[in-house]
């Protein structure tokens, strides 16, 4: 009965390779959310989409592109790897935007390393 | 450009010892601020603040905002080798700009208690 679940856990690609991170949440919330943590564990936001739309957009690069097929998912395509890419990807949901019921649900984890 | 930065970058203390964690914050439209605890994986919710001078209290745990100095406190009293994790605080921004709901990470204090 896992709330956010993210696959996969582990991803070990070559520099210059396409992958995509999946994102499911069944705890009916309208709000998701990609984050990037990188080696000495800062957190960053990179999108937010509220109800389908995006919302949060921060500076990344286009190589990052993310998708939301439906509220309940949120998935994140990479293009043309890079190592500066190696990092652990967490996805979050939230019920109402801005995380005001109860703040954020996150997700385990995806830790990508790019070599 | 919103900043939330966290003090000390790492605590080490023996079990039964009181430990206060510091947050400070600068965030445009400030709405409310998440504690967040990092063991292995995804991070867990601790405490979310929004109004100042109230303190929330959980078990052993406990914190306070001060939205006038623009800080927070997370104190742990009796700690436990369990409690040993990354603790992260985060700001949401609020409505009235750009980027509502976006929220900003600092950088965690990692705590160890040693038994």
Known sequence: DTAVSQTPKYLVTQMGNDKSIKCEQNLGHDTMYWYKQDSKKFLKIMFSYNNKELIINETVPNRFSPKSPDKAHLNLHINSLELGDSAVYFCASSQGFGGRNYGYTFGSGTRLTVV | ?115
């Open chain 2, 1 to 115: 450009e919103d900043k939330v930065v966290q003090s000390p970058l790492s605590l080490v203390v023996h079990e039964g010892d009181t430990v206060t964690l510091n947050c400070s914050y600068e965030v445009t439209n400030f709405r409310s601020l998440l504690w967040y605890k990092q063991e292995k994986k995804a991070p867990t919710f601790l405490f979310m603040l929004t109004s100042s001078g109230i303190e929330k209290k959980s078990g052993r745990l406990s914190s306070i905002l001060d939205k006038k100095e623009l800080f927070s406190i997370l104190n742990i009293t009796a700690t436990q080798t369990g409690d040993s994790a990354v603790y992260l605080c985060a700001a949401i921004r609020g409505a009235g700009g750009t980027s509502y709901g976006k929220l900003t990470f600092g950088q965690g204090t990692i705590l160890t208690v040693h038994p």
